[in-house]
């Protein structure tokens, strides 16, 4: 029997012109913000950005751009991802999951979306004509089950302590495979919590972190479920957005044997963004609400499986951009989403 790696790929015609791009969970907060930041640049790695593929489960809004096409449909279903993604394309980033709190909830959900839709993923990339790029975004929810006070980095053990991390390590391992053995050309963005995300509270655990800004500076309570001393990594959305733009344009001859990098991020306290929205605030004559002490101890237990430090010096060492200071982050929130 021949083996599945060695079957006879058909031969296809691409336009030298062609530029196509992936991005799983494209109708969400980052995979929006992603396709609209590919769409002002224009182009990848120097060529044209001809098509961007969202995949999502629903949208909230229709295409803004000829360019995009919105595929609706079930990461976990292999027949959906790989109609979606098609033969030929140069670059996905894979974005779509489960976050954290649902994982926690419901198990055989977070398999089926968060592992078998990596799967699913890397795959249809592994059946693609050439070698396309893959970019997973993975989580410093990798880490757990050390001192989680302690300094962690690319080096550190990934015990992870809560399903959602532990499927991020897994496809993090799966990344490195594939690359190893030539099917595609990984790499991996272990995100710290991303802030400050426009909305409502979602079923994250760390759900907080950006409601801990964005509640009081848009006049409503904040109801806090942890520690007013807790440390947690944080960083900005717009830096998260060049992160897997620029890691996906650097040179595989940059990279090693270990594909995931992890980003720099601040150490952030409820305290500490506390006093950075009174300070904005009094700077733009704003009136703020509340942080309100809610303590939850499921929330929080899981917080204390997650790490409170991490060192991203191995992804400034390839270009990947470090995060502006804290207090720019809320002036960027507020000029991409504040009251009007």
């Not at 302690?150 to 532990?166: A, C, I, R, V, W």
């Not at 595609?184 to 801990?212: C, E, H, Q, Y």
Request: proline letters at 6%; glycine letters at 8%; a neutral charge.
């Amino acid at each position: 029997m021949t083996p599945h790696n060695s079957w006879p790929r058909l031969a296809i015609y691409i336009p030298l012109n062609f530029m196509k791009i992936i991005i799983t969970g494209g109708g969400g907060f980052l995979g929006s913000q992603l396709c609209q930041k590919l769409l002002v640049r224009g182009t990848w790695s120097g060529r044209p950005i001809t098509e961007i593929v969202l995949l999502d489960a629903f949208f909230r809004e229709a295409p803004n751009d000829e360019r995009i096409r919105q595929v609706t449909g079930d990461i976990g279903d292999r027949a959906t991802v790989f109609s979606a993604m098609g033969s030929a394309f140069d670059v996905v980033f894979h974005l779509a999951s489960m976050v954290s709190g649902e994982c926690e909830d419901r198990f055989d959900d977070a398999m089926r979306v968060n592992l078998d839709g990596g799967r699913n993923v890397f795959e249809a990339a592994r059946a693609a004509t050439g070698r396309p790029r893959v970019i997973f975004a993975s989580s410093v929810a990798c880490y757990g089950g050390l001192e989680m006070s302690q300094m962690m980095s690319d080096m550190t053990k990934q015990l992870p302590q809560t399903t959602y991390g532990m499927t991020k390590a897994i496809c993090e391992m799966l990344v490195n495979d594939h690359s190893r053995k030539g099917h595609f050309d990984g790499r991996s963005v272990r995100l710290p919590t991303v802030i400050v995300r426009p909305g409502k509270p979602n079923a994250a655990a760390s759900s907080w972190a950006s409601g801990m800004f964005r509640e009081p500076l848009n006049g409503e309570t904040c109801l806090l479920p942890i520690r007013r001393d807790q440390p947690h990594p944080m960083t900005g959305y717009r830096t998260v957005i060049d992160s897997f733009i620029a890691l996906s344009e650097v040179s595989e001859e940059k990279l090693g044997k270990d594909r995931a990098y992890v980003l720099p991020a601040h150490r952030v306290t409820p305290q500490m963004a506390e006093q950075v929205i009174q300070e904005v605030a009094a700077e733009r004559g704003m009136q703020i609400s509340a942080i309100t002490d809610a303590f939850d101890a499921r929330i929080q237990g899981i917080v204390d499986n997650w790490p409170q430090q991490v060192d991203g010096a191995r992804a400034v060492e390839i270009g990947l951009p470090m995060p502006p200071p804290l207090k720019q982050i809320v002036s960027e929130y507020l000029a991409d989403f504040g009251p009007r």
